[in-house]
């Protein structure tokens, strides 16, 4: 059976995906050096895909991955 890989991820599986700790992700959130997160059920979540593109990208600046992207829909 095919593993299905989700689209949305917690910050630890964000953290996971990048190969940092959490205290460092939220730095870089804070820092606006990161895709777009979001609030859902009082979970801070990232999209898989934006996270992808950001690397494709060679992860710009929050405000540049907005632009590069037309607001983050990559």
């Excluded at 820092?31 to 801070?44: H, I, M």
């Amino acid at each position: 059976m095919k593993q299905i890989e989700p689209l949305l991820l917690s910050v630890s599986q964000t953290a996971l995906l990048l190969g940092i700790g959490r205290r460092t992700l939220y730095g870089l959130i804070a820092a606006g050096k990161l895709p777009p997160s979001f609030l859902l059920g009082g979970r801070r979540i990232f999209r898989r895909s934006d996270l992808e593109t950001w690397i494709d990208l060679g992860m710009p600046p929050l405000e540049r991955f907005l632009v590069l992207t037309k607001g983050g829909r990559g």
